[in-house]
């Protein structure tokens, strides 16, 4: 097993709109891009990020080699709760996810 963030190029977090963040995983390469498709289930990455599964939406970009997540931000952008007025951190948290490809 592996930490994500040693397996693929970046990972990279930012704002999709005031109410839900995005994280792209660039994966390199067309083989480890397919790894991640059949090994990184879209529940381990809600788990991560504490959303429920049915919440989080995935994207499988074959022709850049990018998984795309995008889930409802905690709390609204700019409100008295939000700690990352620009999402820019969650993309730190998910590249710790231990991965067995």
């Known amino acids: 097993m592996a930490e994500l963030g040693q397996i693929v190029e970046k990972i990279r977090s930012k704002n999709a709109g005031p109410f839900w963040l995005t994280v792209d995983v660039f994966c390199g390469t067309p083989e480890v891009f397919e790894k991640l498709c059949n090994g990184l289930p879209t529940g ?3 788990a991560v990020f504490g959303a429920p599964e049915a919440e989080v939406l995935r994207f499988e970009i074959g ?4 998984l795309k997540f995008s889930l409802p931000r905690p ?3 700019g409100s008295r709760r939000d700690r990352d007025m620009h999402g820019a951190s969650w993309g730190a948290l998910l590249s710790e996810l231990e991965v067995e490809l």
Do not use: C, E, T
Request: proline share 0%; aromatic share 0%; net charge neutral.
């Open 75 to 77: 709390h609204v952008q």
């Open 44 to 46: 381990a990455v809600a």
């Open 63 to 66: 022709a850049l080699n990018v």
